[in-house]
DNA sequence: AAAAATATTTAGGTAAGTCTAAAAATAAGT
DNA sequence: ACTTATTTTTAGACTTACCTAAATATTTTT
């Protein structure tokens, strides 16, 4: 049974939204996601369940098959793999992959994934920190919590970003927070929960409340 | 204006074509290329026509306009890059990269043909001796010939292949015939027009008409 | 030059994936 | 509980890219 990309990238849109909402994802969740119409999606969701990749009942949303599950999570492993090879070979930025990415992660074959894997020396982690899962399908878990949560004092190395948006990941950047950057909580105004931190080369920064929720470190 | 993949697909095939029989691509010649019926290539000339990609008259065949000819270089050298990463970083044999850098070829974005190109240090020939062209869509060429012109006595280096199928491939892979490899002609055999020929190692070939045909050598 | 063979196009149909508008089911508000 | 609002599905239509069978052009043969 072939598979096409547009089913492919359903696959991947149901796992994600089952990840974050943690339930079955429910059509219009599915179409915010996928840019597309709910009458796409509910076309889509019936192609899906014939070839047993969901299990769909009518206005009750749907769940992964064990198969639909195993196909979303090797479509992730390589989008984020194909990542690493942008980053680390090529030399993008780490805002610029994901559209490449997207691309690629639809390119199949016997070998190239394991391959690629090999060559990039099997990364746990793509260029925004998200985990890559391994062939087997599993995941390295890492803790670490959005920088909101930091007390004054307290130290951490930023490790990951929840929002995945161009302008986000530029500002940051900008600002020099990097994946791996070490920084120092300050102090935080109760005002607006915005931030000062200060970062490696001893520079002080102010940071919004929306920074620190979508910002991930690891408390060190 | 967007240009689907098979669009692509056939631009590179009547390229091939044109390249081949040195004049229009004929109906069948193409359908016989696309592993398609003549009912479909009939139909894809229609839209490549509209779209201004080839100049189509009933009948007469195809050539392709000078925005048809970028496009399928363009294509080409997208196709012959991603093999030299198969081949040089991902270590597949050269028998194995057609049918990934078929798919990866059609992959787009912004700086991702010239970032991969410089990756690889800027290539001039892919895995099989078949010349990428440039940014500019310009060829490198190379004085070689097949084996079967060589005479009695002369030397040669192994510079390609004209047939890429995987048998012919994998059986120069065998004989030790991969590009670049040294071999002398020691005698030609009238009756069937095989060759015996010297290698590098000492060892000694018997190889057939239609090897001798299909492999490119540079005469040295 | 007419007949036969070959090449090409047209006609009509299918499947995937999308759309809009309308209908039906479910959830929410009073 | 009943009306309203929201969500989801159905209906009908469109495009791309393919197919087969039939019709038409062109080329080759006699």
Chains 1, 2 share one sequence.
Do not use: C
């Amino acid at each position: 049974m072939t598979i096409t990309h547009a089913e492919e990238n359903y696959l991947k849109a149901i796992f994600t939204i089952a990840e974050k909402e943690a339930g079955p994802a429910l059509t219009n969740a599915i179409a915010a996601q996928m840019q597309t119409s709910a009458a796409s999606v509910t076309d889509m969701l019936k192609r899906l369940s014939d070839k047993q990749l969901i299990t769909y009942e009518k206005y009750r949303g749907v769940q992964l098959t064990e198969e639909g599950g195993r196909l979303a999570t090797a479509l992730i492993r390589k989008h984020r793999l194909w990542e690493v090879f942008l980053v680390d070979k090529l030399g993008f930025a780490w805002d610029e992959v994901h559209e490449l990415a997207e691309q690629l992660e639809h390119v199949q074959g016997n070998d190239l994934v394991s391959r690629l894997d090999s060559f990039l020396g099997y990364p746990k982690f793509d260029p925004h920190g998200d985990p890559i899962p391994d062939a087997e399908g599993r995941w390295t878990f890492r803790k670490q919590a959005p920088l909101a949560t930091l007390k004054a004092g307290e130290r951490g190395i930023v490790t990951g970003v929840d929002d995945h948006s161009t302008t986000f990941l530029q500002y940051l950047d900008q600002l020099g927070l990097i994946l791996g950057a070490e920084l120092e909580l300050l102090e935080r105004f109760p005002y607006d929960q915005s931030v000062r931190v200060r970062i490696r080369d001893g520079r002080e920064l102010i940071l919004s409340d929306k920074v620190t929720q979508n910002l991930f470190v690891k408390i060190s």
